[in-house]
């Protein structure tokens, strides 16, 4: 399992995360995540983090962008692209709570949906 791989496409598709430790409660949401160093997982609700601390990080395949306050929000479920580039990587994911999408050190192979 590559996370730096996992924090890559988060980025990428600009979407809110958060990141499980392995002795603690899952943190809150997040925009900021990122790799620091090599080894190393860092956000905004748990600090720097090593990879061998992270349980798993979640990610909320659902963007709201905001436009004005006169303007409708925008609201874009971005799963399937998600579970495509993840797939493409060969990092393992499944869906969890709600839509949200779960990726683990080991788990199901991801299945984009059809």
Not at 88 to 101: F, I, M, N, S, Y
Request: with cysteine; hydrophobic share 40%.
């Amino acid at each position: 399992m590559q996370w730096s791989e996992v924090v890559t496409v988060v980025r990428e598709v600009r979407l809110k995360a958060r990141v499980k430790p392995r002795c603690s409660p899952p943190p809150e949401w997040t925009t900021f995540l990122s790799v620091p160093v090599p080894g190393y997982v860092e956000s905004s609700s748990c600090g720097s983090l090593p990879f061998r601390e992270v349980e798993w990080i979640e990610i909320d395949p659902v963007r709201v962008s905001e436009h004005g306050r006169r303007l409708p929000r925008a609201v874009d479920n971005l799963a399937r692209e998600l579970l495509s580039r993840l797939a493409a990587l060969g990092v393992q994911a499944q869906r969890g709570e709600g839509a949200k999408v779960r990726v683990t050190a080991s788990g199901p192979a991801v299945r984009p949906a059809p």
